[in-house]
């Protein structure tokens, strides 16, 4: 059998999504049983260039993308329909889970896959010459057939399945930034997350690999792809540290076999001076923690965020004690977010005194509750292909209470407070006082080469200097 998988993603150059868990996990399974696999990421400029194959010898063409790629992943299924020869089409993912009729309905799709797509492969497995012959599992929906209610079904256990197979990946991208996930769902809801919808209709249920087949998948990936001992490691579990157990266990494993730093995400109730020492002793050198809004009663009552700013200022003190180093993210362009909440964002960052920061727009993401809300509201504006393509910080909703010029300005401010890069900063200060358009100052330095090869030279000399303190 010839598997085809087809992973419809953002700008592969401005937003790289290089790896995904679920896509690799589906080709180990295949190639265990002696199917063979590929696999293309496929953006916009691959779908107007015609830049990516359709074999019509495959068996199965496998295709998988988030909401955002909707409009994308429908052309791009169009015209794997019209390429294909004998083989069968099967979409899944995030968006074939939280809004399956949409992908039912797509042209030429054979079998609509929601929730997780192991038990699907397995089935497909045990009879490549008719795959979807007497096909008949939970979640998973045959067009034609009138389309039932999700249901809670067993989960997986992670520890059986094979080691994920990071070999169909672009390998030189992967190495440079080699990406593990050692475990699935969320003990969180948050309003603006898919979580929200999965632990409401699946049921939250914590699942991990164990230490040992968590290190045996890190060697097994040193080995594919040929990573070097000082390469960053991004461990990208949702909370990396909720369990205090198994990371001692996995870190006593790591620290004798890897010497790699790597970075974690946490939710900063999670955090404890035990958890920080450790990280500190298992060479994590950054840990990117959820501030989202500044705000805690916003941050509570619309994103559903139940931590307090007391938590937060605790874990980054944490964080900076055994010296780590504290992302923050945050979230601006909410519902209802005003520029007061904007503040409270800024200082509650200063605060916390983070050593960098990542901010992006909200983007309404079906399934969640502020989607549905936000849709209600009739405020959730169409996007353009090249938005869609850009990533997900794009202005999604009609009508904002604060500006863009605004939420440009404050993004950049906080950027440049916490990067140390003063001119900078005050120079945005100046210019949010003025009340200069920063989109076209930003279009009219770009015209002025020696203008902007100062501001980058500026830019990288003082960066390079923050760094180092």
């Known amino acids: 059998m010839k598997i085809d998988f087809y992973y419809i993603t953002t700008n592969k150059v401005r937003r790289p999504v290089i790896y995904n868990e679920g896509v690799a996990v589906l080709s180990a399974l295949a190639r265990e049983r002696g199917a063979e696999t ?42 794997i329909n019209a390429r294909r020869g004998r083989g069968i089409i099967i979409v899944g993912g995030v968006h074939a889970t939280v809004a399956r009729d949409e992908v039912a309905a797509m042209p030429g799709v054979d079998l609509v896959v929601s929730g ?31 389309l039932a209610p999700l249901t809670r079904t067993e989960y997986v256990d992670l520890n059986s399945l094979p080691l994920p197979d990071r070999s169909i990946f672009e390998r030189p991208l992967l190495r440079e930034k080699p990406e593990f996930i050692f475990s699935r769902g969320c003990p969180f809801s948050c309003r603006y997350c898919a979580n929200e919808f999965f632990n409401k209709t699946f049921g939250f249920k914590m699942r991990r690999k164990t230490p040992e087949y968590a290190l045996a998948e890190l060697e097994n990936a040193f080995s594919t792809l040929d990573i070097a001992p000082d390469t960053l490691l991004i461990f990208h579990d949702d909370v990396f540290i909720l369990d205090l157990e198994w990371l001692e266990s996995f870190g006593a ?20 001076e035990d ?15 959820g501030i989202e809004s500044g705000d805690e009663a916003f941050r509570r009552r619309v994103l559903n965020k139940q931590v307090s700013d007391q938590e937060i200022v605790r874990a980054f003190e944490l964080i900076d004690r055994y010296g ?20 409270r964002t800024f200082e509650l960052n200063k605060r916390c005194k983070v050593y960098n920061t990542s901010t992006s727009i909200f983007y309404p993401f079906p399934g969640t509750s502020l989607y549905d809300q936000e849709t209600a509201r009739g405020n959730v504006r169409e996007l353009s292909d090249e938005e869609n393509d850009s990533g997900v910080s794009v202005f999604a909703l009609k009508d904002y209470q604060v500006s863009r010029r605004d939420y440009f300005y404050y993004a950049k401010l906080l950027q440049s407070y916490v990067n140390h890069l003063r001119l900078e900063h005050y120079g945005l200060r100046l210019l949010k006082a003025l009340g200069v358009d920063p989109l076209g100052l930003k279009d009219f330095l770009q015209g002025l080469p020696v203008a902007g090869r100062l501001l980058e030279r500026y830019k990288a000399r003082y960066y390079l200097k923050s760094r180092e303190k």
């Open 38 to 79: 590929s696999l293309q990421r496929v953006d916009l400029a691959d779908y107007r260039n015609a830049a990516f194959s359709v074999d019509p010898e495959a068996d199965v063409h496998a295709v998988s993308f988030a909401s955002q790629q909707h409009s994308l992943a429908y052309r791009v299924v169009a015209e």
């Open 116 to 146: 997780e797509g192991e038990q699907a492969m397995q089935r497909l497995l045990d009879n490549p010459a008719a795959p979807l012959e007497g096909f008949d599992l939970p979640n998973c929906h045959l067009p034609g057939r009138p």
């Open 253 to 272: 494993l790591f620290r004798k076999r890897f010497k790699n730093p790597f970075r974690c995400n946490t939710i900063a109730k999670a955090m404890t």
């Open 275 to 289: 958890k920080a020492r450790l990280l500190r002793d298992m060479n994590c050198v950054e840990v990117w923690v």
């Open 324 to 343: 780590l180093k504290g992302v923050s993210f945050n979230l601006f362009g909410c519902p209802g977010e005003t520029i007061e909440n904007l503040k």
